[in-house]
């Protein structure tokens, strides 16, 4: 492999990603040396980039790329603006195509419809009569599925609560309404995708194949996928030996991603790409997430609840708001919506533990937050064993007990741009800090920030911007938990690869391999794109 150096641009140089104008030298795939000062040395090939920037790769480790790769095999749900927009796309997809094993559509905005609800299984069966549906909501922990697509998914259509309890939403006749949430909802995915692989024959690899391809046109040398169900595991071994992209996932249970983890016993045995095995445990859910909040809150969420529905001229957001379950106490309230108990949750991270299984643990609300790392503690699992998704309401205490156990913490700014309005509409930011990396840094938490995608976006450039500014349509959100340019770009790339123990953790240095995202400019301006993904000194992509 010949040698290659870079001037002219502004290399992010060094465990700290400090900006300097510095030449840059590769050899063996691998960073050979770098300088401000002393005059560059001779190479085999001599790439002059003035105005460009190179960072060190980004590594996201929170990124569905086996779910992301199918989306645009289905519908973007983003853009409808109310319920008769819903059904009216549900009868043109139906009226398109008439072979597809599932009618899927994502991203579904529903806290933006004036009915704030979403078509439940009888309106779905009048728009696309005996097709199995499925409208995902933007969070991916809630959807509407047709009667049709509850039968092939194998979710009972009467009785009681069952095993799925109040994830399928009933009438008062116990009869399923179409609405389906966390384990319910990760069953019906896991079947609509598992078909729609299996209608795309094989094409699978070529879609993944895609899905790789997006990445590196973003400067993301590293996806790590933090759920594949174990009989997709060949998949992704198959990806990662035809793509130049480093691969690297976490199993779970068959049935779908939030359904209650099985044990370390059924974890297939590996190898999970570049990096350990792992496996995702979720503490809580989505729009039921664990929260705890002071006890005005209660008053204070309705007010915005109200505030909401008088914005949008429907009932939707006041309906929301008065389903959710709210305990209330003479200091606090919370929401019951813990998926584990503690002594259920510290069995299986023992478990997992001691067959040395990283666990990513999904916790957005700071009840939950606060359960996983009590019990990460209590249990004494090691900080390399632990990490922890998106810590996205956060109360005083709670970052310093995430500090004690070691763990690092994945979060996702760029859920600001996207979801900022809807949270300050319901004034949950009065009484929780939302999205607080400058917190979670200041306690001494190893902060990783990653994208979350297809829930939020991919661009790790727009997430770096969402870090640093905060803002959204409309506003920002808490601008004093913003990170200096510094700490955003080391949260994604060589804390991010640290918490993976992947390639990466020691930037732009001496002895790293050198995976590269060269941008045109500035990453932190508006304007600025990646042109050319470099991985292990080769140019994997370029524009």
Known sequence: MSSQLITGATVWAGPA??????????DGGRIAGTSTTSPPPA????????????????????????????????GDAWRWRDLAEA????RAAAAADPAAPWLLFWDAARWRWPEGRLPTARELDAAAPGRAVLIATADMHRGAVSTAGL???GLPARGGAGEYGDDITRDRRGRPTGEVWEAAFGVALQRALADTQAHAGGGVGAVLAAQARRCLALGITHAHDPYVPPDWHQQMAALRSATPLRLSWATGPAAGMHSPAPGPDTAPRGPYGDSGREVKLFADGGDRCALRLPSRAALGLLRGAVQQSLRLRGPGPLREALGRRLVIRPRHVHTPYLRYTDADLARLMDRYAGAGIRMRIHALGNLAGEQAARLLQQVGVPPALAAIDHLMLLDPATPDRVAATGAAVSYQPG?????GGMLTGMRIDRYATMLGGRRLLQAGVPL???????SGPLDPLANLRAAADRRYPGGELQPEQALTREQAVRAAT??????????????ICPGELADLAICDGDPFAPATRVTQTWVAGTAAWSR
């Open 17 to 26: 990603c400090t900006p300097q104008r510095a030449w840059l030298l590769l």
């Open 415 to 419: 859920f600001i741009p996207r979801y």
């Open 151 to 153: 039968a092939t998914a």
């Open 43 to 74: 190479a085999d090939q001599v790439l002059d980039l003035p105005g460009c920037h190179v960072l060190p790769g980004f590594t996201d480790v929170h990124l569905h790329l086996t779910q992301a790769a199918w989306y645009p095999h289905g």
């Open 494 to 507: 060589v804390t991010a690869a640290a918490s993976l123990g992947a390639p990466g953790a020691g930037g």
């Open 448 to 454: 990783v920030l990653s994208s979350d995608h297809p």
């Open 87 to 90: 059904l009216d796309a549900v």
